[in-house]
Structures are given as structure tokens and as C-alpha cells.
């Protein structure tokens, strides 16, 4: 009698999805989903999902209550937006909503030849082993089949008894399986041109990307560099909100991104991600010039993929990304984007990740 | 029936208790389930099987979620049905379960003796199971989509019923489809004589002309009105889209469902302060008087004390406990009636005992003839207020926190019924089926100082028109100033009329 509600859970899961779906831009753009997550799940407010019905406006909400009418602090927890639904997503099927909505293809990772870790598993058959691996079902059944066919069985009178030849064992086979790791490196600019409207885009695009990597991946590791006039490596927390000033010089964060490449993640067997943020202003031509030269002798040979994002701001000139973009026509394993504000960060994503790399 | 050997013993003695107590149930069937099993049947709104649809996966997300996080926990569910079905949790402790199932008995009295569930379906289960199966085949035949997206636009009109018609002595007849219905007779009728027979002298007297002129006016009126719906304006919209929306035969189908199990299930809206006071007392009763053991009675005070918390809310178990001890207690000393009333003496008052003892009687009687409305209406006193500390409050609409308004009674009172009145929905009327002369369909939402929630009505209008095929209007008023919003292809505009 039981069992069908599963049904209509799947169902109501489905309709879930499509409604975040189709609102997945407001969720990106609002960055509302940030610091929601927990243990590999995240809780999604899905506003509406229930069927319309004549009721009352409950903004003003008034009723009957009783007792002393004081002490009403502390009861934000009944407040009467009981509309919104929350719903547990895990991370990885946000990232495969992503994905669809973005069309984003899976990422062929490199070295899959290479690195490959072995599991055991009992799923093979031998015809020998040790009897305590022996396999009683199958044992049996050749049993069963030998008695057919030499016209011995009886089904009156059902009796089965296997012979040596008929003993089947369980075996291990050894399946390996190729493991891909990868490490994200996120560098931001956080010279005193860029606001708090930048950092927030920047956070809002760095989670997302991490989303859809850690879905590709099962072992990622994220490395998060700030720099202005000089870079230096730091915590997730320091990197989204710390605030510096000064000048800029991008090529310091390239150089130690390259240093942390070839001191941590140098074996060849690493997918390498780094992204870049800022808002395009370089402190000289000549800093620009060793960013490029950093870029097409060193970092981009060894990494799958080169992002810099361009976040625009009021202080900002972009002359960054055209010189990235004249210095480096052509080359496959860098992307630039340009990110107008929030609305545009879904449109990046799809640049950065589009190719599939 | 499963229960183990322990419990149905406990169970006989709680059954001839409330026999003896004067309950009077249908045979109640229990059934022992785990949680997730009872998160599955209350997400079903208690029913093993009902017709597939998504809201119920919702329903039961949203259970699993509060009871495995400890926010709430069903203590007890049972179904208004011949014979009653209730449900234990199988890790409640003894003491709980005596409690359930003394609780349990307290509704099924109620389900079986009170006006408003009268014309109840008393052999629902079997219904909702004839139900489930005709949903799928309707879905095998048509798919899964269209008939989700027609179940979702009546499952949204669910709530737009009539529920004065719960009591009335006989139930009103089940919708016909449109081909099926008779064809009205279409002959005018003849105007009626509304001369009282007098002699000439006199007739001036008896049948004043001004009189006259109005009752002829008046009976114009009513045939105006009758030629636009007939039978006046209604409430049970579900059952005026099945008389005359034009719908397939399979649409026709689900939303005769829909409207079936609405209405199974609207009588426990309209009593549920009664029904779980009345529960309460008498699960109180025969706890305390036959079934609890010394060694129970920390755990029973517990978990009642739970189940009767409150906070600064209301809590309808509480209220409807309190006003069935309330008026035991003023029958038993004869504290009412238009002598008490006059009275306003405060030490004669507090006094006053006339030794009526009529207390047992008078909460049997007003469990059968009363829903919340006319029940609180009826027995909610002053001193009830005051020794309750009952309040109106409101949410400051900047800050959000609830404001006191008011302690005053009548304020009280009013506010309570306005929350609970027509099941606690707001009253939508259709008055024109040809609205415009040309198929519209008119509703009227029944202001009473509360507006509706504007979003939510456009998307119920859609739903509406979609059924109805045909533009829908409703007329209400936002802040005090009329609005027209017209549900037409798929869009809904808003405009605000002149009147």
C-alpha cells in the first residue's frame, strides 16, 4: 500500500529544478545562494512553487493573540512569508542545472592515461578458488543445469547435488579507473579602484565556477591570490573580503601564480584553472608586457584553461583585457570576458567554460 | 487490525470508557505505522492512496524535513470516515499512544455527531482509493502533463466552496455534466398577484399602492437576477464550473474529484477549534479518570503540556478546550442565560451558583449543532477574554514585530470570527454567467476588511478563465478603492472602475 508517494516526490523534485531553472539567473545574479551551503548540499528558496488560492493579504497581518502582549522579540521565525519554500539541492546537481541552462560541455580532463588508482572488486566467476569463496548460487545452478541436460532431474522429486566440475568461485578483478585532479587558482585584483559591487560579482562568479568544476572533479583544490602593487596568497575568507589600495600590478600575481603552479601543482598530472579578476587597469604598458610574456612562454603550456574576467567599473579603463586580447590573438587556452555587472556574470560563465577544456 | 497484544487491551478499556462517558464513534481501526509511513499517509491528507500529483511529494518533503529535524511531529491522525482509521506511531511510548487513542475517540465522537459534516462521505477511503484509480487512467489516456496542468488549475479553486450548505438538512445534489443536465423549462413565469384579498373600502389599507409598486419592483429585481444565474449568486464555484464550463469528459472527470474530496474535507476546516477541544477534553477525561496508571501520570503531564503550549499565539487545542471546560462549568452553576447577564454585581457575579448542573449536557449539544464561527460566537464571554488575556494584534507593516491593538472584547471577538469565518477564506461569489452578454463569467469577492492578496488572486483568476474558457472578472477592492481585474488569454489586467 505504501510506496507511490515516492512517485509524487520525484515529481515535485522535477517541477523544483525547473523552476530554478528557469530562475537561475536571478539566483546567479543576486547571489543569493552564497553561504547557503553546507555539506555538500545547498537550501534554495523557491518562491511559489504552491498552487494560487483566493486568500487574504497577510502583509499586514493582524489576528488574536493572547498572554502579557509583551516581550514579542525574537519570533521572526513565524513571520508570515510561509510562501517561500525552502528546498535542499545538492551541489552537484546545481552544477548539472548550471550546466544544462548553460549548455556547458564536460570538461575531456588531461593526463587520463596517467593517472589511474586500482579498486578490487569481487565480480568475476573462476571455475577455482578457496571453498570459502564459494559461489552457492551459482554452484547450484550449473548443478541444476548438468542434471538437465543428462536427464537426471526429477521435478517430483527435486534434489540437486553439485560434483567437483560443477563448483563455481567468486573471483576479484582489478578495475582501474582513470582519477583526474585539478586545482582552481583565483587570483583578484583588490587595488582601491575595485568597489564592492566588483568583489561581489567576482565572489558571485568564483562560486559558480567552483560549482561546475567540483562537479567535474572529483579532487579539486582551490588556491586564492590577491595582489595589488604585490601579490601574496591568502585564506577563502581574506580573499573575498579583503580590501586593499594602491597600485596595480598584475604581473606579480601572475608570477606567483606560476611559482605555486611549479611548486605544488608541477608533477603534469594537475588540470590547472587559473582565473583572473579585475577591472583592467594596469599599472604600466611595460607591467602588461611581462604579464603577456608570462602568459605564452610559462602559464598557458600548462594549463587547461586561462580565464580573466573583466568586471567593469567606474574607475576602470579595460584596457587590459584589449591588450590581452592584440598580444594574444588566436591562442585557444586563454579566455577573456568582459562582465558589465551582475546580469552579466552568467554570460561569463559561459565563455569561461564553454569550451570545454 | 496489528496492534500488539498490549495495546489492544488498553485500547478495549479506552473504548468502553468513552462508551461509558456517553462518545458515541464509529468502530475505529487502528493501525500501527513508523514515522516515515505516517510522514507518507498525512502527506495524503491521512489517506493510504489518493490520486498521483506532485503537491503531495511537497506535502511529504516538508513533514520528513520538520519531523527529522524535531520541529513538529504528528502525534495523531485520524480519518472521518466508517470505520474511523486512526494511526499510532509505533515509537511513541504506552502512555502516548493511550493518549492518541483516547484523543482519537474525542474526534470520532465529534466526525459522527456534529451538523456540519452531516452529508460527510463516511466511506471515503474507499472513494479516494476509486479516485486514485480513475486519475490514472485519465493519465494513461491523456498524459501526464495535460492532466498535471488541469489538476493544478483545480486544485487552485479547491478552497471556493460553500460552506454554509455543510448543515443544511439535506445535502445539495451532486453537479451534472452540462449534456446530462435537464433543460430548464423555459416558460416565463406569470407575474404573481401580491394583492391580499380585502374589501373595496379596505383595500387601499391592505394593499397600499406604494407597497405594491415595490413588491413588483422588487420581484423584477429577482427575475433580473435569476435570468443572470439562476438560483442567485453561489459560492460553490467547483460546482458551477461543472454545471456550465464547457470540459471534456475527462477534465469533467478530475474536477468533479477535486470537488468531492473539497468538500470531504471542508467540515473539519470550519471545526477544527471544536473538534480538537473537544478532543482534548474528553482525551483529558478518560485519561485521567480510568486509564492512567500512577507511573504514567509525569509522562501524560508532559506530553499535554506540549500539546496545550502556547506562546503569544493562539493555539486552537488550548482555546477549544478551554471554552468546552468554560461552558461546563457555567451550565453546571447556572452562569448564563438573560438573569447572570443582567447582573452587574462583580462579587455576585463570581459567586453565582444555581447549582444548574446541566454542564455535561449543554458541550453535548453544542458539539453537534455548532462550527467555530457560530460556536465562538455563541460561548466566547467577556471574563473568557479577560482570564485568557486575548489581545488583537498587528504587524507593524515598516518592522515587521507584532503590535498590540487592542484588549477591548468586542474587538477581540470580531477579529477572531473575521479570521476564521467561510473556513477562513475570503467569500467569492459568481453572480453572471453571461456576464456583458457574452459568456463572461463575473465574481464578486465579498469585502469585509480584508483584502486579498492581489498576486495570488491574478494567478487564481487564470486558472479560472482557463477552465472557463471564456474572460472571468472580479470585482473587489484594494485599500478602499474598487478594482476590476479581468482574466483573459492567459493574461490578467487590472483596472479600477468607476462605480
Redesign the interface.
Same mark, same amino acid.
Given at each position: 500500500m505504501l510506496g507511490r508517494i515516492e512517485t509524487d516526490h520525484r515529481r515535485f523534485r522535477q517541477i523544483v529544478h525547473g523552476t530554478i531553472r528557469r530562475d537561475l539567473k536571478r539566483y546567479v545574479s543576486k547571489g543569493e545562494l552564497l553561504g547557503r551551503s553546507s555539506g555538500g548540499t545547498i537550501s534554495i528558496p523557491v518562491p511559489q512553487i504552491d498552487l494560487p488560492h483566493f486568500t487574504f493579504g497577510s502583509t499586514e497581518g493582524s489576528g488574536v493573540g493572547r498572554g502579557e502582549g509583551e516581550g514579542e522579540e525574537g519570533e521572526a521565525g513565524e513571520a508570515e512569508g510561509q510562501h517561500v519554500l525552502e528546498v535542499e539541492v545538492g551541489l552537484d546537481e546545481l552544477a548539472r542545472i548550471l550546466g544544462e541552462e548553460l549548455e556547458l560541455p564536460d570538461i575531456r580532463p588531461r593526463g587520463e592515461a596517467d593517472i589511474v588508482s586500482e579498486h578490487a572488486r569481487w565480480s568475476g566467476i573462476r571455475r577455482v578458488g578457496p571453498e570459502s569463496l564459494r559461489h552457492f548460487k551459482r554452484t547450484y545452478r550449473e548443478a541444476l543445469k548438468r542434471q538437465i541436460s543428462l536427464g537426471q532431474f526429477d521435478p517430483a522429486h527435486p534434489v540437486v547435488i553439485p560434483v567437483r566440475d560443477d563448483r563455481r568461485y567468486r573471483s576479484s578483478q582489478v578495475k582501474r579507473r582513470p582519477e583526474s585532479r585539478a586545482v582552481i587558482i583565483h587570483m583578484m585584483d583588490v587595488s582601491g579602484s575595485m568597489g564592492t559591487e566588483q568583489k561581489e560579482i567576482v565572489r558571485i562568479e568564483a562560486f559558480w565556477i567552483d560549482t561546475w568544476l567540483r562537479h567535474q572533479y572529483k579532487a579539486i583544490q582551490t588556491v586564492y591570490i590577491v595582489h595589488d602593487a604585490v601579490a601574496r596568497e591568502v585564506s577563502q575568507h581574506d580573499f573575498y573580503h579583503l580590501r586593499e589600495s594602491g597600485g596595480t600590478k598584475i604581473s606579480s600575481a601572475y608570477q606567483l601564480c606560476l611559482d605555486t603552479i611549479r611548486t605544488r601543482f608541477g608533477s603534469g598530472d594537475w588540470n590547472i584553472y587559473p582565473f583572473h579578476f579585475s577591472d583592467g587597469d594596469n599599472w604600466s604598458s611595460k607591467d602588461t608586457a611581462g604579464c603577456v610574456e608570462l602568459l605564452r612562454a610559462n602559464l598557458l603550456p600548462q594549463c587547461n584553461l586561462f580565464c580573466y574576467g573583466q568586471v567593469r567599473s567606474a574607475y576602470g579603463s579595460g584596457q587590459f583585457k584589449r591588450d590581452l586580447d592584440q598580444a594574444l590573438p588566436g591562442e585557444e587556452r586563454l579566455v577573456t570576458s568582459a562582465i558589465a555587472d551582475r546580469d552579466g556574470i552568467l554570460g561569463s560563465i559561459r565563455d569561461f567554460l564553454g569550451k570545454g577544456r | 487490525m496489528n496492534l500488539p497484544p498490549s495495546l489492544a487491551s488498553v485500547e478495549e478499556r479506552i473504548r468502553e470508557s468513552a462508551k461509558a462517558h456517553g462518545l458515541k464513534c464509529f468502530d475505529t481501526i487502528f493501525e500501527m505505522v513508523d514515522e516515515e509511513?505516517l510522514d !507518507?499517509i498525512a502527506? =495524503?491528507g491521512g489517506f #493510504?492512496?489518493?490520486y498521483?500529483?506532485?503537491?503531495?511529494?511537497?506535502e511529504?518533503?516538508?513533514l520528513r524535513k520538520s519531523s527529522r529535524w524535531g520541529i513538529s511531529k504528528i502525534y495523531e491522525l485520524v480519518i472521518n470516515n466508517d470505520p474511523c482509521y486512526a494511526y499510532l506511531l509505533a515509537s511513541n511510548s504506552l502512555t502516548d499512544n493511550k493518549l492518541v487513542m483516547a484523543h482519537v475517540y474525542g474526534h470520532c465522537d465529534f466526525f459522527r455527531n456534529n451538523a456540519w459534516f452531516r452529508h460527510s462521505e463516511r466511506k471515503m477511503m474507499d472513494r479516494m482509493a476509486n479516485h486514485a484509480v480513475r486519475v490514472r487512467r485519465i493519465i494513461d489516456r491523456h498524459g501526464q502533463e495535460a492532466v498535471?496542468a488541469f489538476l493544478?488549475r483545480a486544485?487552485?479553486? !479547491?478552497?471556493?466552496l460553500d460552506y454554509r450548505q455543510l448543515c443544511e438538512a439535506s445535502a445539495p445534489p451532486r453537479p451534472q455534466p452540462r449534456h446530462l443536465a435537464e433543460d430548464g423549462d423555459d416558460t416565463p413565469e406569470r407575474a404573481p398577484n401580491f394583492r391580499l384579498r380585502s374589501r373595496d373600502y379596505m383595500d387601499e389599507f391592505i394593499n397600499p399602492p406604494e407597497y405594491m409598486e415595490k413588491r413588483r419592483r422588487q420581484h423584477v429585481a429577482e427575475q433580473e437576477a435569476e435570468k443572470r444565474l439562476p438560483g442567485g449568486p453561489r459560492r460553490d464555484l467547483l460546482a458551477l464550473l461543472l454545471e456550465h464550463a464547457p470540459l471534456e469528459r475527462w477534465e469533467w472527470e478530475l474536477l468533479n474529484i477535486v470537488h468531492e474530496e473539497a468538500l470531504y474535507f471542508a467540515p473539519q476546516r470550519v471545526t477544527k477549534i471544536m473538534n480538537e477541544g473537544w478532543a482534548s477534553y474528553w482525551h483529558r477525561r478518560l485519561m485521567v479518570e480510568d486509564v492512567l496508571t500512577d507511573a504514567e501520570l509525569v509522562d501524560y503531564a508532559d506530553t499535554v503540556a506540549g500539546t496545550l503550549a !502556547?506562546?503569544?499565539?493562539?493555539n486552537p487545542y488550548k482555546l477549544g478546550l478551554e471554552l468546552f471546560l468554560d461552558i461546563e462549568a457555567r451550565w453546571n452553576s447556572g452562569r448564563h442565560g438573560p438573569a447572570f447577564d443582567a447582573c452587574d454585581e462583580m462579587a455576585q457575579r463570581e459567586a453565582w451558583d444555581k447549582q444548574e448542573n446541566r454542564g455535561l449536557e449543554q458541550i453535548f449539544l453544542s458539539r453537534a449543532v455548532h462550527d467555530d464561527v457560530t460556536f465562538l460566537d455563541a460561548y466566547l464571554t467577556e471574563e473568557f477574554c479577560h482570564r485568557?488575556?486575548?489581545?488583537? =494584534?498587528?504587524?507593524d #507593516?515598516r518592522t515587521? @514585530? @507584532? !503590535?498590540?491593538?487592542t484588549?477591548e472584547f468586542s474587538k477581540?471577538k470580531e477579529?477572531?470570527l473575521n479570521?476564521i469565518a467561510n473556513g477562513g477564506? #475570503?467569500i467569492?461569489e459568481a453572480v453572471d454567467l453571461n456576464h456583458g452578454n457574452r459568456g463572461d463569467l463575473l465574481l464578486t469577492?465579498r469585502h469585509m476588511g480584508?483584502?486579498?492578496?492581489?498576486?495570488?488572486?491574478e494567478?487564481?483568476l487564470l486558472?479560472m478563465a482557463a477552465i472557463w474558457k471564456r474572460p472571468v472578472v472580479l470585482e473587489s477592492s484594494v485599500e478602499d478603492k474598487l478594482v476590476r481585474w479581468v482574466a483573459c488569454d492567459g493574461k490578467v489586467t487590472m483596472d479600477h472602475p468607476s462605480s
Open positions: - | 509511513q !507518507e502527506a =495524503y #493510504p492512496t489518493r498521483p500529483h506532485w503537491r503531495h511529494g511537497m511529504f518533503e516538508r498535471e493544478d486544485l487552485s479553486l !479547491e478552497n471556493l !502556547e506562546g503569544n499565539t493562539l485568557h488575556q486575548l489581545f488583537v =494584534y498587528r504587524r #507593516p515587521h @514585530k @507584532k !503590535e498590540l491593538v484588549r477581540v477579529e477572531l479570521n477564506a #475570503p467569492i469577492h480584508r483584502d486579498l492578496r492581489p498576486d495570488f488572486a494567478a487564481t486558472n
